[in-house]
């Protein structure tokens, strides 16, 4: 088993079509209930025995600054590396190369929520000697990337190979990647995988279709992995933050006050709790009737039918 210690996460993601959730938060700051979303990109790579973490950061860093801080994460060192203007995916990691030093690295997007086996992908870098091993995985998006016996052949259609696979935001790499891309050039990476696939790279890939995915782009699938995790109680196995998952009860956000039961809203089937407010910007402005459930030991008289204006 391979082991890799450092780990680039993007964190400078805009997020406009999450607003107005990122009005006065980074995107990857935005709260999965009451857990930062770039925390589970964290904690998943500190399971795969990485300790030390670099985020680039664009909008609102002082945000990012008081998350983290000179604190780190966990006990993990964290480095934040700002982009006044952004550098996009490629150059955002050009910008970090002081940082990583000669040993690969990971690179994770810090808007996905995944609770995929990264090992084999680390596994299938070394064993295979890639220059780059992207994980792979059929999604609903277009499948931009032709894999083929184990190398990745194509990118976004450059030579006219069609895609079978989506770039599922995690990757490693090897520090070749750096002398590839231009410094100071706001750049995609994916044109500079491009040009090395015609020049002979060996650019990996592992098909990962395992487990949940999410990218968390928009605000439908900001409500979509609030609803998968609430009515299958998704709980990562990688995630050791107690309690992030607030226990299901209506609030004072909703009804004004405590009422010990679930609540169903007729029309989206959705729920409030203790962290209603994000959530609450999201929803139509629309009249939901919500039934709120009484515990199982009170007698059923007791249950609510009430109508709210959110």
């Not at 999965?32 to 909008?59: C, D, M, Y």
């Not at 009249?287 to 039918?305: F, G």
């Amino acid at each position: 088993m391979y082991h890799i210690t450092q780990g680039f996460v993007l964190g400078a993601g805009l997020g406009m079509r999450l607003k107005p959730l990122t009005d006065d938060l980074p995107k990857p700051l935005v709260p999965i209930f009451q857990k930062p979303l770039i925390t589970f990109a964290l904690e998943h790579l500190i399971e795969l025995g990485v300790s030390r973490f670099i985020i680039n950061t664009h909008r609102l860093p002082e945000v990012f600054q008081s998350s983290f801080g000179e604190n780190g994460y966990a006990g993990h060192s964290v480095t934040l590396a700002h982009e006044p203007v952004l550098l996009q995916t490629g150059g955002g990691i050009k910008n970090v190369e002081r940082y990583l030093g000669s040993e690969p690295f990971v690179t994770y997007s810090g808007d996905i929520l995944t609770d995929v086996d990264l090992q084999p992908l680390i596994d299938e870098h070394f064993r295979r000697g890639n220059d780059v091993t992207l994980a792979l995985r059929e999604t609903r998006f277009a499948p931009g990337v032709a894999f083929r016996d184990h190398r990745v052949v194509d990118i976004s259609s450059r030579y006219g190979v069609a895609g079978n696979y989506d770039f599922a935001n995690i990757a490693v790499w090897n520090r070749e990647i750096f002398r590839r891309i231009p410094p100071h050039r706001k750049i995609s990476f994916i044109p500079i995988i491009g040009d090395w696939i015609g020049q002979g790279g060996k650019i990996g890939g592992l098909v990962m279709n395992d487990g949940k995915w999410f990218n968390i782009g928009s605000r439908a699938e900001y409500l979509e992995v609030h609803r998968t995790i609430f009515h299958e109680r998704w709980n990562p196995h990688h995630v050791k933050t107690p309690d992030w998952r607030l226990s299901i009860q209506a609030r004072s956000c909703v009804a004004g006050q405590s009422s010990g039961g679930i609540v169903e809203l007729e029309r989206e089937r959705f729920w409030k709790t203790q962290f209603c407010g994000p959530v609450q910007k999201l929803l139509p402005k629309v009249t939901l009737r919500v039934v709120l459930s009484a515990p199982k030991k009170k007698p059923a008289a007791s249950i609510a039918t009430s109508t709210f204006n959110l």
